[in-house]
T-cell receptor, first 113, second 112 residues
């Protein structure tokens, strides 16, 4: 079946450190891939997405590249800020249109000054 | 900016009681969803709703669960007789055709 596996948290980094949160997926066909972020007390917000192999999604300094050969969609940021502290969810949508999302467990990131 | 709103933010209920979780989707969206996250586990899909009927549901969404769009703006999830294992964060989401889903802030349900 379709599934998403992301690295266990929590992840604690100092401000300006480099961030990588690993995400791999299992899916039939060619899913779309997403990163959602949940800031404290708020809902899930779409951070970035990629809809086909080799696409790179980017937003707010975060990037992730859809790698079909390694079935991965790792999230990266070159220099994290305290305001990036949140829970990050990797997700896939297994066909086009409005089919449901399949999520990973989420990774909590804490950035300290 | 339009947003999905959920009420209440936290609900505590006795085992066996009925609960209704409420959501107001974004006004021009046509697709509605409920997801849940048991503490420490994955966000899991429960049900999707389109054109006034369920379009897809997961194995979790058994006869104890129902959804309704009673008045054209609200979208509700009812759990008929809550169990301890229903304790979770419940997220509502909505989307337009072929667009990403927008999520609410969640309702934390605690069954005691």
């Amino acid at each position: 079946g379709n599934s998403v596996t992301q690295m266990e948290g929590p992840v604690t980094l100092s401000e300006e450190a480099f961030l990588t949160i690993n995400c791999t997926y299992t899916a039939t066909g060619y899913p779309s891939l997403f990163w959602y972020v949940q800031y404290p007390g708020e809902g899930l917000q779409l951070l970035l997405k990629a809809t086909k192999a080799d696409d790179k999604g980017s937003n707010k300094g975060f990037e992730a590249t859809y790698r079909k050969e390694t079935t991965s969609f790792h999230l990266e940021k070159g220099s994290v800020q305290v305001s990036d502290s949140a829970v990050y969810f990797c997700a896939l949508r297994y066909s086009s249109g409005n089919t449901p999302l399949v999520f990973g467990k989420g990774t909590r990131l804490s950035v300290i000054a | 900016e339009p947003e999905v709103t959920q009420t209440p933010s936290h609900q505590v209920t006795q085992m066996g009681q009925e609960v209704i979780l409420r959501c107001v989707p974004i006004s021009n969206h046509l697709y509605f969803y409920w997801y849940r996250q048991i503490l420490g586990q994955k966000v899991e899909f429960l049900v999707s709703f389109y054109n006034n009927e369920i379009s897809e549901k997961s194995e979790i969404f058994d006869d104890q669960f129902s959804v309704e769009r009673p008045d054209g703006s609200n979208f509700t999830l009812k759990i008929r007789s809550t169990k301890l294992e229903d304790s979770a964060m419940y997220f509502c989401a909505s989307s337009a055709l072929n667009t990403e889903a927008f999520f609410g802030q969640g309702t934390r349900l605690t069954v005691v």
